[in-house]
T-cell receptor, first 113, second 116 residues
Framework: SQQGEEDPQALSIQEGENATMNCSYKTSINNLQWYRQNSGRGLVHLILIRSNEREKHSGRLRVTLDTSKKSSSLLITASRAADTASYFCATDVKGDYGQNFVFGPGTRLSVLP | DARVTQTPRHKVTEMGQEVTMRCQPILGHNTVFWYRQTMMQGLELLAYFRNRAPLDDSGMPKDRFSAEMPDATLATLKIQPSEPRDSAVYFC??????????????FGPGTRLTVT
């Protein structure tokens, strides 16, 4: 299985509710990032959390990192229809040739008005 | 508003043809990444360059793919000969190593390639 795997694969919620997505990974990381991708577009960086950090906030986003469990979560509070997108976690690990950047398969979030 | 640009946005070609995709990174970014996205495989890192030198292209099929940075404002990804299994969206991203060596990557809009 992949280095980064998001869970769930798809999530559907009502506007105003909170959305939580999880990411698990296998090897030690330097940092973990979350990206958003709207349909047909490139990815947009949301937030980065370093391996020595446990929690980070940015607006309505809250990211946690548990290196002992090799997992991270992304919480979007008070969701809006505009949050509908796919969300990816990306890990920055040491590869054979230096750094390697691995994206998970993503969580498809649908926020219903 | 600095952005990564990619051309073409869409490309339809026949099997066996050469395909060249171009990327203009954000000015000042010294690292360029090439990714391929498909429904089956998700987002895969093909190669990345720092200061125009290839750092890692282990994700790229060497027999038909090649990536170059002729200058700091242009990165190219070439497929020759193309095959139907190359059909995907190809993204370029650029970044600059922050303190600690990590990158916030800025993605272009992608090139949607269809090989028939």
């Amino acid at each position: 299985s992949q280095q980064g795997e998001e869970d769930p694969q798809a999530l559907s919620i009502q506007e105003g509710e909170n959305a939580t997505m999880n990411c698990s990974y296998k090897t030690s990381i330097n940092n973990l990032q979350w990206y958003r991708q709207n349909s047909g577009r490139g990815l947009v960086h949301l937030i980065l959390i370093r391996s020595n950090e446990r929690e980070k906030h940015s607006g309505r986003l809250r990211v946690t990192l548990d290196t002992s469990k090799k997992s991270s979560s992304l919480l979007i509070t008070a969701s809006r229809a505009a949050d509908t997108a796919s969300y990816f976690c990306a890990t920055d690990v040491k590869g054979d040739y230096g750094q390697n950047f691995v994206f998970g398969p993503g969580t498809r979030l649908s926020v219903l008005p | 508003d600095a952005r990564v640009t990619q051309t073409p946005r869409h490309k339809v070609t026949e099997m066996g043809q050469e395909v060249t995709m171009r990327c203009q990174p954000i000015l000042g970014h010294n690292t360029v990444f090439w990714y391929r996205q498909t429904m089956m495989q998700g987002l895969e890192l093909l190669a990345y360059f720092r200061n125009r030198a290839p750092l890692d292209d282990s994700g790229m099929p060497k027999d038909r793919f090649s990536a170059e940075m002729p200058d700091a404002t242009l990165a190219t990804l070439k497929i020759q000969p193309s095959e139907p299994r190359d059909s995907a969206v190809y993204f370029c991203a650029s970044g600059f190593p922050e303190t600690g060596g990590f990158y916030e990557q800025y993605f272009g809009p992608g090139t949607r390639l269809t090989v028939t």
